[in-house]
C-alpha cells in the first residue's frame, strides 16, 4: 500500500510511505538550492518518484496533506489532476504529532508541538497544542491560539526586527545563531522585557511594522522599523554585548515558557487519568536544542524519555499525514522501529561518474581510496567532504551530506569558517560521537541520533576537542551506531583507533544555501570553496581539485 503527503507552502515536498515505512521523503528546497522554499510538490512527486520508477498516479492508494487544503488547489492546481475528494487532510499540528509519536518507539507518550502557526481542525490559527498518545491512537489535550502566545512568531519576529537576521524565505531562518549569541550573554539584564513581548505585550510584538507585505521579501539588512521592537535594535547595534544579552533574555525566557507549557500538557494529561514516562516534542521551536535539553532536565521527576524527530518543522508535516494515516486511520499496529533520517533520494555510481565527467576538467579523481585513507586526511587536519545513499531530511546533516574535519585541533573552527562556511564567530561546530563512547565525554548522556540535544561536557573531557566546544562547555551532538550508518561509523571508529578521539567534527555541506542534494550540488559547492577534499565512500571516490580549478 502505498500513501503519498504533498506539501507546498514554505518547507513544502512529498513522502512516500509504503506499508508503514517511509521509503522517500523530498524536501523542494534541495532542489531550488533556495531555504524554506515551496513549490509544486505533486510535480516534484512524479518527476523525481513516479517516473524513476515507471509508475503512475494510479499507482498510489491514498493521498494526504497538512491544512489548509488551498496549499494545493488555486496555485499549484493540484486538484486538476487529482480529484480533491481523493485527498485526506489533517491539522497541522496534528501532522506534527504524528510525526514525532509514530517516529519513536514509544507504545503511549505524551506530546506537545511548538510553533509558528498552523490551523486547526475548527480553521482556527494556533500556535502549541498538546496531545496524549497510546498504541497507534492520538488525542488532543488543548491548544493556545497564536493571538495570544506564539514562541515561534516571537523569535521570528525579534530574529529578523531586532537582530536583523533572516527569518525564513529565502535565507533560512537564523534562529540558531540567536542562540549561539545567547551562550554569551546576561540572561537577567532584559529577562523582564522578553517575557513581556512573551505574553502581555505579544500582539504588538506580532504586528508587522508598516509597509512590509506578506509574502515581499525584503532583506534583514534594510532599514525595516517594527514599532515596538525598534528600540532594542538600536541597543543591539551599539552594543555587541548588548545583544548577546537580549539573546540569553529571549533564550531563559522561552526555555521557562516551554517548561511551564509541558508541565501543563502532562498535568491536563494526568486529570484525564493518563499517564506516561515518554515525552515527544514537534514543531520549528523544538530545532532549539538547548531549550529541549534543559527543559527535559527539569522535567526528570516523572519523565523518563524524550524524543524530537529528525524533521520537526513544517518540513516534516507530509510525513506526519502519511504515519496518521497509516496507523490512525487504517489502524494497523505501531512498530515502534527506528526512524532513520537518510529519507532522501539515492544516487548511483553512474550518476556520480556523470557529475565528476561534466566538470572533469576541474577535478582530480582518485579511484579504490579506502576509509582508512580518507581517515589519514582528517588526522592530517584536512577539510573533507562526504557524499553517499540518500540525503539527510532535516536541517543537520548527519554524515551522508557532511563536512568533517578534526574537532581536537584548535584552529579548526576558525579555518572551516574561513574556508567555507562563512558564519559569525561564535557560531559553534557540531560532533558525532560514537553512540557507545558518549557518556565518557558528556553529562546526562543517552542516545541522540538527529543531533537534537545539547549535551555539557564532564569536566575531565573540557579542552580535548575545541573545535566542537562551545563557549557555555556545551556541544549538540549527533550520536551514530553500526546499524544506523555504517560507513559513518567505521569512519568515526577508525578515526578513534588512530587518535583517540571517539568523535569527529560535523557540519553541513552547504555553503550559507541548502545542504548539497545531488552529486553535481556536492561538486558545485566542493569547487565554490575551499572544502580540501570530496569523498563518495560508497564506491571509495576521492575528488580533489585540479591545478586548473586552483588557478581561477
Given at each position: 500500500?502505498?500513501?503519498?503527503?504533498?506539501?507546498?507552502?514554505?518547507?513544502?515536498?512529498?513522502?512516500?510511505?509504503?506499508?508503514?515505512?517511509?521509503?522517500?521523503?523530498?524536501?523542494?528546497?534541495?532542489?531550488?538550492?533556495?531555504?524554506?522554499?515551496?513549490?509544486?510538490?505533486?510535480?516534484?512527486?512524479?518527476?523525481?518518484?513516479?517516473?524513476?520508477?515507471?509508475?503512475?498516479?494510479?499507482?498510489?492508494?491514498?493521498?494526504?496533506?497538512?491544512?489548509?487544503?488551498?496549499?494545493?488547489?488555486?496555485?499549484?492546481?493540484?486538484?486538476?489532476?487529482?480529484?480533491?475528494?481523493?485527498?485526506?487532510?489533517?491539522?497541522?499540528?496534528?501532522?506534527?504529532?504524528?510525526?514525532?509519536?509514530?517516529?519513536?518507539?514509544?507504545?503511549?507518550?505524551?506530546?506537545?508541538?511548538?510553533?509558528?502557526?498552523?490551523?486547526?481542525?475548527?480553521?482556527?490559527?494556533?500556535?502549541?497544542?498538546?496531545?496524549?498518545?497510546?498504541?497507534?491512537?492520538?488525542?488532543?489535550?488543548?491548544?493556545?491560539?497564536?493571538?495570544?502566545?506564539?514562541?515561534?512568531?516571537?523569535?521570528?519576529?525579534?530574529?529578523?526586527?531586532?537582530?536583523?537576521?533572516?527569518?525564513?524565505?529565502?535565507?533560512?531562518?537564523?534562529?540558531?545563531?540567536?542562540?549561539?549569541?545567547?551562550?554569551?550573554g546576561d540572561h537577567t539584564k532584559y529577562y523582564n522585557d522578553f517575557m513581556t513581548m512573551a505574553t502581555t505585550a505579544f500582539q504588538a510584538v506580532k504586528v508587522m511594522p508598516p509597509g512590509y507585505k506578506r509574502g515581499v521579501y525584503v532583506p534583514p539588512e534594510e532599514d525595516v522599523i517594527h514599532p515596538y521592537l525598534d528600540k532594542y535594535r538600536k541597543i543591539a547595534e551599539e552594543s555587541e554585548q548588548e545583544k548577546f544579552n537580549m539573546?540569553?533574555?529571549?533564550?531563559?525566557?522561552?526555555?521557562?515558557?516551554?517548561?511551564?507549557?509541558?508541565?501543563?500538557?502532562?498535568?491536563?494529561a494526568n486529570k484525564l487519568g493518563f499517564e506516561s514516562k515518554n515525552i515527544c516534542f514537534a514543531g520549528g521551536v523544538s530545532l532549539n536544542s538547548v531549550a529541549m535539553a534543559k527543559v527535559l532536565k527539569e522535567m526528570k521527576y516523572n519523565i523518563e524519555n524524550c524524543f524530537i524527530p529528525p524533521v520537526p518543522y513544517d518540513g516534516g508535516l507530509t510525513i506526519g499525514a502519511c504515519q496518521h494515516f497509516w496507523y490512525h486511520v487504517l489502524?494497523?499496529?505501531?512498530?515502534?522501529?527506528?526512524?532513520?533520517?537518510?529519507?532522501?533520494?539515492?544516487?548511483?555510481?553512474?550518476?556520480?561518474?556523470?557529475?565528476?565527467?561534466?566538470?572533469?576538467?576541474?577535478?582530480?579523481?582518485?579511484?579504490?581510496?579506502?576509509?582508512?585513507?580518507?581517515?589519514?586526511?582528517?588526522?592530517?587536519?584536512?577539510?573533507?567532504?562526504?557524499?553517499?545513499?540518500?540525503?539527510?531530511?532535516?536541517?543537520?546533516?548527519?554524515?551522508?551530506?557532511?563536512?568533517?574535519?578534526?574537532?581536537?585541533?584548535?584552529?579548526?573552527?576558525?579555518?572551516?569558517?574561513?574556508?567555507?562556511?562563512?558564519?559569525?564567530?561564535?557560531?559553534?561546530?557540531?560532533?558525532?560521537?560514537?553512540?557507545?563512547?558518549?557518556?565518557?565525554?558528556?553529562?546526562?548522556?543517552?542516545?541522540?541520533?538527529?543531533?537534537?540535544?545539547?549535551?555539557?561536557?564532564?569536566?575531565?573531557?573540557?579542552?580535548?576537542?575545541?573545535?566542537?566546544?562551545?563557549?557555555?562547555?556545551?556541544?549538540?551532538?549527533?550520536?551514530?551506531?553500526?546499524?544506523?550508518?555504517?560507513?559513518?561509523?567505521?569512519?568515526?571508529?577508525?578515526?578513534?583507533?588512530?587518535?583517540?578521539?571517539?568523535?569527529?567534527?560535523?557540519?553541513?555541506?552547504?555553503?550559507?544555501?541548502?545542504?548539497?542534494?545531488?552529486?553535481?550540488?556536492?561538486?558545485?559547492?566542493?569547487?565554490?570553496?575551499?572544502?580540501?577534499?570530496?569523498?563518495?565512500?560508497?564506491?571509495?571516490?576521492?575528488?580533489?581539485?585540479?591545478?586548473?580549478?586552483?588557478?581561477?
Amino acid at each position: 500500500m502505498r500513501i503519498v503527503g504533498l506539501y507546498n507552502w514554505h518547507d513544502g515536498g512529498y513522502c512516500v510511505l509504503e506499508d508503514g515505512k517511509i521509503v522517500e521523503h523530498v524536501e523542494i528546497e534541495r532542489y531550488t538550492r533556495i531555504k524554506e522554499s515551496g513549490g509544486d510538490s505533486l510535480q516534484y512527486f512524479i518527476d523525481h518518484f513516479l517516473n524513476k520508477r515507471s509508475l503512475s498516479l494510479d499507482d498510489v492508494d491514498y493521498w494526504v496533506s497538512p491544512y489548509p487544503d488551498f496549499n494545493l488547489s488555486k496555485e499549484y492546481n493540484t486538484f486538476d489532476i487529482i480529484p480533491k475528494e481523493k485527498i485526506s487532510f489533517f491539522p497541522h499540528h496534528f501532522c506534527h504529532a504524528a510525526h514525532a509519536y509514530h517516529s519513536s518507539n514509544f507504545d503511549n507518550a505524551y506530546i506537545v508541538t511548538l510553533d509558528s502557526a498552523g490551523m486547526d481542525e475548527n480553521d482556527r490559527s494556533v500556535s502549541t497544542c498538546s496531545y496524549i498518545a497510546q498504541k497507534n491512537q492520538i488525542v488532543k489535550t488543548g491548544d493556545i491560539l497564536n493571538d495570544y502566545f506564539s514562541l515561534g512568531n516571537l523569535w521570528g519576529r525579534v530574529t529578523r526586527f531586532i537582530f536583523k537576521l533572516s527569518a525564513g524565505y529565502p535565507r533560512g531562518h537564523q534562529a540558531g545563531s540567536v542562540m549561539a549569541m545567547a551562550a554569551l550573554g546576561d540572561h537577567t539584564k532584559y529577562y523582564n522585557d522578553f517575557m513581556t513581548m512573551a505574553t502581555t505585550a505579544f500582539q504588538a510584538v506580532k504586528v508587522m511594522p508598516p509597509g512590509y507585505k506578506r509574502g515581499v521579501y525584503v532583506p534583514p539588512e534594510e532599514d525595516v522599523i517594527h514599532p515596538y521592537l525598534d528600540k532594542y535594535r538600536k541597543i543591539a547595534e551599539e552594543s555587541e554585548q548588548e545583544k548577546f544579552n537580549m539573546a540569553a533574555s529571549l533564550q531563559k525566557v522561552t526555555e521557562e515558557l516551554i517548561f511551564n507549557v509541558t508541565r501543563s500538557a502532562i498535568l491536563e494529561a494526568n486529570k484525564l487519568g493518563f499517564e506516561s514516562k515518554n515525552i515527544c516534542f514537534a514543531g520549528g521551536v523544538s530545532l532549539n536544542s538547548v531549550a529541549m535539553a534543559k527543559v527535559l532536565k527539569e522535567m526528570k521527576y516523572n519523565i523518563e524519555n524524550c524524543f524530537i524527530p529528525p524533521v520537526p518543522y513544517d518540513g516534516g508535516l507530509t510525513i506526519g499525514a502519511c504515519q496518521h494515516f497509516w496507523y490512525h486511520v487504517l489502524d494497523n499496529p505501531k512498530t515502534g522501529d527506528f526512524v532513520s533520517p537518510y529519507l532522501g533520494e539515492e544516487y548511483s555510481k553512474e550518476d556520480i561518474e556523470n557529475s565528476i565527467l561534466e566538470r572533469s576538467g576541474e577535478l582530480h579523481v582518485r579511484r579504490d581510496f579506502s576509509i582508512d585513507s580518507c581517515v589519514d586526511l582528517l588526522v592530517d587536519n584536512k577539510i573533507v567532504s562526504v557524499f553517499q545513499g540518500k540525503s539527510e531530511s532535516g536541517r543537520r546533516a548527519l554524515g551522508n551530506r557532511s563536512i568533517l574535519a578534526n574537532p581536537a585541533n584548535p584552529e579548526m573552527k576558525e579555518l572551516i569558517n574561513k574556508k567555507v562556511k562563512h558564519r559569525q564567530w561564535y557560531r559553534p561546530f557540531a560532533p558525532t560521537v560514537l553512540e557507545e563512547h558518549g557518556d565518557e565525554w558528556f553529562e546526562d548522556f543517552f542516545p541522540s541520533p538527529y543531533m537534537g540535544f545539547v549535551f555539557k561536557f564532564k569536566d575531565d573531557s573540557l579542552g580535548k576537542v575545541p573545535a566542537v566546544e562551545h563557549v557555555d562547555k556545551t556541544a549538540r551532538i549527533q550520536t551514530v551506531n553500526l546499524d544506523q550508518n555504517k560507513n559513518y561509523y567505521e569512519l568515526i571508529k577508525i578515526f578513534y583507533e588512530k587518535t583517540g578521539i571517539s568523535m569527529i567534527l560535523n557540519t553541513s555541506f552547504n555553503d550559507r544555501e541548502p545542504i548539497c542534494e545531488t552529486p553535481g550540488h556536492a561538486i558545485d559547492c566542493f569547487l565554490r570553496t575551499d572544502i580540501d577534499y570530496l569523498y563518495f565512500y560508497e564506491y571509495r571516490i576521492l575528488v580533489e581539485k585540479s591545478s586548473e580549478s586552483l588557478s581561477k
